[in-house]
């Protein structure tokens, strides 16, 4: 992403409702798989871009050190100083992390960007992870809901939930689970993706209080829901969790 973009990322995520909602529940997933896991390193945020994430995960997780990664040297520096953790820079097509370092690798809307090549990116994150390890993804849903936002921020893809569980298997993942969210406010994410111009700016800025709040409470529905098991048929997102099997 530019720079402009990555500042504007930088000033807004902690406080909105897209940003906190997709990392509260990536948390809990991640807490959750680690909890059956027994492999052992740290927890990699794999594209950590300014940092909100890495922030939320903390100093441990489940007695698992973290640490993030980026290729921006831009992102890098905020990621450092919004979470106090050490950043590697490098792609996740080509990390720079040993085979078998990790025990959790978080992937947040990463696979969709046009500098990533999805099997590359997935094969370096199976060569890192610990057999047993967990990795956490999120992505965008559905191709044609591409959108002006998608352009902003640089990415050239979205994925159904089967398409998502083709690219894991051949890579040596096992799905542990996998569910689309953001699905009470879809309804109004494909209205707005029918009438927004072509040249529309980023959905990343700050929204009217109340309308954070009521987005956020819809949010915050659905992680009880996939909290308690249950997989969401459809959304404008998909969270995934799946172990390295060998």
């Not at 896991?37 to 994430?53: E, I, K, Y």
């Not at 700050?206 to 249950?230: C, K, M, N």
């Amino acid at each position: 992403m530019e720079r402009a973009e990555y500042e504007r990322m930088h000033a807004v995520e902690d406080r909105m409702w897209w940003y906190r909602g997709l990392r509260a529940l990536a948390a809990s997933e991640v807490v959750r798989a680690l909890a059956g896991s027994s492999a052992a390193g740290p927890v990699l945020d794999a594209g950590c871009g300014t940092g909100g994430m890495l922030r939320i995960l903390g100093t441990t997780v489940a007695g698992r050190s973290t640490l993030g990664l980026d290729y921006d040297s831009v992102a890098a520096a905020l990621t450092v100083g919004k979470a106090g953790r050490p950043v590697v820079s490098g792609s996740v097509n080509q990390m720079p992390i040993g085979d078998a370092a990790l025990s959790a690798y978080v992937s947040l809307d990463v696979l969709c960007h046009d500098q990533v090549d999805p099997m590359r990116a997935l094969g370096e994150a199976h060569r890192c992870l610990q057999p047993g390890g967990v990795a956490i993804f999120n992505l965008p849903a559905y191709q044609w809901m591409f959108s002006a936002h998608d352009k902003r921020v640089h990415n050239t893809r979205r994925f159904t939930r089967g398409q998502a569980r083709t690219l894991l298997a051949r890579q040596g993942f096992r799905v542990l689970r996998a569910s689309y969210w953001n699905t009470l406010l879809f309804p109004l994410m494909l209205l707005h993706r029918l009438i927004e111009r072509a040249n529309a700016e980023s959905d990343v800025r700050d929204y009217p209080r109340w309308l954070d709040a009521i987005f956020s409470s819809a949010l915050a529905i659905e992680r009880v829901v996939i909290a308690a098991g249950l997989n969401l048929p459809f959304g404008g997102s998909l969270i995934i969790v799946a172990a390295r099997t060998d």
